[in-house]
């Protein structure tokens, strides 16, 4: 099957969602980003009183910096997109029209804390004539969660970016997800999690679609 014309368009428009993170660039390179992040981490432990000189510690900030720029930041710079190829739905027609990807695996950062948030996604939409690869669902969810975030800002950006992606209106988010900043630290509760949905056209508005999204989940 060949790949859609929509391609690169769907690249640039889906990174840039209705719902942006507070974001502002400032041109810097990935290789300037991790030399400044990696200095200004040297003074956070140095002003913790740790001792950059010992083996263990002598590389943390600049593990750190890596790890930032290059890892579980990197869906801030929009160049790492995934490429998104999407093919002709040729089973119009048939009755099982919703696809649904369940319990994709999420980890991203708290904003507010910078500690690890953890979860599962799933998501549903109906064709509107053409269909994604499904792994690339995957990677879509990755590199927003690559990003500081809330969760409830995360599950509409999925949602807004696919909804361009497959020119579809039909779409449903749901995340589940632990908040270290909840359980390891504060409150301290390692129980609880945060759910957040986001639906759209016939998953907001068809009961019966919407109850069976529900029940999938
Ligand atoms: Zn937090």
Known sequence: ?????????????????????PFK?????????????QKHFKEILTVLGLDLKDDSLANTPQRIAEMYVNEIFSGLNPKNFPDIT????????DTSRVVTVKDIKLTSFCEHHFVPMEGIVTIAYIPNG???????INRIVKFFASRPQVQERLTVQIADCLRQVLDTEHIAVFINAKHHCVSARGVNDDSSTTSTTSLAGDFQHNPVIRNEFFASL
């Open 130 to 136: 053409q269909l994604i690869g499904l792994s690339k």
């Open 1 to 21: 099957m060949p790949p859609s014309k929509k391609k690169s368009r769907a690249k640039e428009d889906s990174v840039i969602t209705r719902y942006p993170t």
């Open 86 to 93: 999407l093919i002709e739905d040729k089973f119009t027609g």
């Open 25 to 37: 660039e400032n041109n810097l390179s990935d290789e300037k980003k991790i030399a400044l992040i």
